[in-house]
């Protein structure tokens, strides 16, 4: 059956060409040009998801290089321009090349906006001491108030508590330059009490410590005067300057670790001052050794200083010891006290020793 079909179709074949032709472009072509394009769209779906996952990963690996490089980057920054602070300081060392330094970071700060008092990362067992001048920037910053052992406390030239002795540079005139915090918002200090006198002083001089100040060494500079007026007194000056320092921005600061009355010689401790007591004493001790009344030989007495021993001198007069006082031969706490030792009661004499003919009892030294 299918033969003969087959047969027929072929007898056909000529005559039905062209209508199958026909209906197979209208038909069975577009079907299979849209199956075409299905499956490459399948394919390119596949390999864009294999495509996409590579490039996830590569964006993943990229983000982390680029995050090591802005890091690198931000270290680098911080190192320069710490590296220019240190070279301020550098210059800062050379300008005051006189004294010795200790360099500090400062480690916190009283609340505000400005660095009006301060902690830094040094103290006693670096040789940090109480009124040692702090110096940062182009000049100065402070006064050390407060030491511990590995931290100070510094209260700066803007504090309201701050107040020293200022000197023009060019002319020698000196001022009191003081502290306040509602003026340095407008980044300027006031000086005041400077004579008028015929030196000229002009905007932009140079205001440094002055000679006369008490706790400020000398020299170092301040600001720059930014006004000045005469007084309704008529016989002072006084204005504003602009300090040198940047007191919203400090890191690192220059400790000299000299303090002025060290410089001068007038830091005088309790130790020196009490120096020669000793001594007093014992130049008092041998001027008042001397010899026995009657036997010649040197008195003791329960210090180790000179008194009769026994008996009283010829005229009758108490003997003199070694604090000058007058007192018995055998009176142990060299105490005056008529009468000899033995008049008290058995067994104890008139200044308190113990049994009749025991050693007198010792008097400190110096008394």
């Not at 002009?202 to 410590?209: F, M, R």
């Not at 000679?211 to 016989?235: A, F, M, R, T």
């Not at 009344?293 to 009758?316: D, I, K, Y």
Request: with cysteine.
């Amino acid at each position: 059956m299918v033969c003969i079909l087959l047969m027929l179709l072929s007898v056909f074949y000529e005559k039905t060409a062209g209508p199958f032709k026909v209906l197979a472009n209208l038909t069975v072509i577009p079907m299979q040009q849209g199956f075409n394009k299905v499956g490459s769209l399948l394919i390119d779906v596949s390999e864009n998801f294999g495509t996409l996952e590579e490039a996830r990963k590569l964006n993943k690996s990229l983000q982390a290089q680029i995050d090591e490089l802005i890091m690198q980057n931000n270290n680098l920054q911080e190192e320069k321009y710490e590296l220019e602070r240190l070279r301020e300081l550098y210059k800062l060392d050379q300008n005051y090349a006189e004294y010795e330094k200790v360099g500090a970071r400062v480690i916190s700060k009283d609340p505000g906006n400005w660095f009006s008092s301060f902690t830094i990362d040094k103290g006693s067992l670096n040789g940090i001491r109480v009124d040692m001048n702090v110096i940062a920037g182009s000049g100065l910053v402070g006064i050390v108030t407060e030491v511990g052992p590995t931290w100070a406390t510094v209260r700066s030239i803007i504090d309201d508590s701050s107040n020293m002795g200022g000197m023009v540079l060019s002319t020698s005139d000196t001022c009191i330059v003081r502290g306040d915090l509602s003026l340095i918002n407008d980044g300027k200090m006031r000086f005041e009490q400077m004579e008028n006198n015929d030196n000229k002083v002009e905007v932009g001089e140079q205001i440094v410590t002055s000679h006369i100040s008490d706790k400020y060494l000398q020299g170092i500079l301040i600001g720059y005067v930014s006004e000045v007026q005469v007084d309704s007194n008529n016989l002072t000056r006084s204005g504003y300057l602009t300090p040198v320092v940047n007191f919203k921005k400090l890191q690192e600061v220059l400790v000299i670790t000299k303090t002025k009355a060290e410089l001068t010689g007038t830091d005088v401790t309790q130790e020196d001052a009490g120096a020669a007591e000793p001594a007093g004493a014992e130049a008092g001790g041998d001027a008042g050794g001397g010899t026995d009344a009657e036997g010649g030989q040197p008195a003791e007495n329960g210090a180790g200083e000179g008194a009769p021993s026994g008996n009283e001198p010829a005229n009758g007069q108490p003997a003199e010891n070694g604090a000058g006082e007058s007192a018995p031969s055998e009176n142990g706490a060299g105490q005056g006290a008529p009468g000899d030792a033995a008049a008290g009661p058995e067994g104890t004499d008139s200044g308190g020793e113990g049994p009749s003919g025991a050693p007198p009892a010792d008097v400190p030294e110096g008394e």
